[in-house]
């Protein structure tokens, strides 16, 4: 704990700190818990368009193998041209959005391949496309999970430290303040008392002489 001064002025700092603390903390607490939300919702859609895409392999797997053709389909066939992206906001975090994705075919014979590759090569773009909209999900997932990491700390650091190290403050600059007005009204007591019996000395002397 940093050394405080012990006074007035102090006092009100560590006040309208407090104050601070207390204001933001409701925030950052409901910040917290709107980025584990999302961070789940997100994460949920993600294990789904996973699962989406395993399927549609696999149903592709199972529709191939009737024709006992799976050499028949070109290497490389399909290329990611472009991804495209947006941009979202989800709790003052810019994320990234997945709006889509390009793609080019490489020339084929049409003669030599079955008549499916044209079939298989659009069920494998769906395929692409759901795994790219599945990176992008977890590209949102880090970026939020980075923040709520952030926001986090800030929630531990105003509820552990800064405000009961302020509240501590508050009593000891207050403690400490009280004893020194205590001290001072004792001190004003002594003096008139001296003063009293002062004056009380100098009227007998005064007797005495007459």
Known sequence: MAKIKLTKNELKVQKDALKMYRRYLPTLTL???????????????????????????????????????QDAF???????????????????????????ADFSRKDYDLYSTPLWVDIA???????????????????QVRLLEAELLATSQRVNLFEKVK??????NIKKISIYMADQ??????????????????????????EVAL
């Open 31 to 69: 910040k917290k818990q709107q980025l584990q939300s999302e961070i789940r919702t997100i994460e949920a859609k993600a294990i789904a368009v996973r699962q989406e895409k395993e399927a549609l392999e696999q149903s592709f797997s199972s529709w191939i193998a009737v024709f006992s053709e």
């Open 74 to 100: 070109p290497d490389n066939v399909i290329e990611v041209r472009n991804i495209r992206k947006g941009r979202g906001n989800i709790a003052g975090v810019d994320i990234p959005t997945f709006e889509g």
């Open 121 to 139: 090569a659009n069920h494998m773009e769906k395929a692409m496309l759901l795994d790219l909209e599945a990176e992008v999900l977890d590209e």
């Open 163 to 168: 405000i009961p190290e302020t509240q501590e």
């Open 181 to 206: 007005q205590v001290n001072a009204v004792v001190r004003s007591k002594i003096s008139k008392r001296k003063i009293a019996l002062r004056n009380a000395g100098t009227s007998e002397m005064q």
